[in-house]
């Protein structure tokens, strides 16, 4: 799946720019428990505009996700899966409808209060790991926390770095690991903060099947561990079998879906 115009892209850098923002804009968003569902969209639509053209990417779709469900986005590459995501977690706004978030409707946020909301308690694991190439694993893992209530809690990063098996390679920068450990990097950066919930886009996009099988049992594991809400993107079956619920993303909207199951020769969308 593309990535070019991918709206999560340099998600943590752009997040992490907007700190000094953040913090004063997270006095404004209660952080209050709310009821179900964790998140709710309503009729999103997404068009975009190109020289004389207008591309319908999404139209009338709705989505509710409640709190501790995991849920698999199927479909075929350029069908706006990640699109949709970037709209579900807040990172790009839709051309109609509403989504609500932890009880708030996005469209009442400017961007600064939109990423006050996701601060501490969303998390993100990208297909290309999305890690800072200048920073350790361990400062790459820092970085959720610091733009939360919860920065400077080095102990807590390290130790989620020893439970995805990297307790020996905190000092290392992303080059200096492989592909696998990299993943395991950004999953330990997306739980870090004890999220409520975490967006997942193609986590095994860009991994050896043995490694992406591993990854898929740690990312399930610890999510389950933790209770967190999870939305993935996928094109592997193998990956959508584990969740709660499978939806394919199809014409803009999204349908109930049955994943292939195992061993029966299918299985990429």
Known sequence: MPHSSDPMSNTTTQDA???????????????????QPVLHAEKLAKRVTS???????????????????SVAILGKSGAGKSTLLGLLAGLDTPSDGELTLFGHALSRLDEDGRAALRAGRVGFVFQNFQLLPTLSA?????????????????????????????????????????????????????????????????????????????????????????GTTLILVTHDHALARRCDRCLRLTNGQLVPFEPAPANSGEGDE
């Open 138 to 226: 361990l400062e790459n893992v820092l970085l959720p926390l610091e733009l939360s209530p919860r920065a400077g809690e080095t102990r807590t990063a390290q130790q989620w770095l020893e439970r995805v098996g990297l307790g020996e390679r905190t000092s290392h920068q992303p080059k200096q690991l492989s592909g696998g450990e990299q993943q395991r990097v950004a999953i330990a950066r997306a739980f870090v903060t004890d999220p409520e919930l975490v967006f997942a886009d193609e986590p095994t996009g860009n991994l050896d099947p043995d490694t992406g099988a591993q990854i898929i049992d740690l990312l399930f594991t610890l999510n389950k561990e933790a």
């Open 17 to 35: 720019a907007s700190s000094n923002t953040d913090s004063s804009a997270a006095q404004k968003v209660p952080h209050e428990a709310v009821s």
């Open 51 to 69: 020289g004389e053209r207008t591309l319908t990417i999404l139209h009338d779709l709705s989505l509710s996700v409640a709190a501790g469900e």
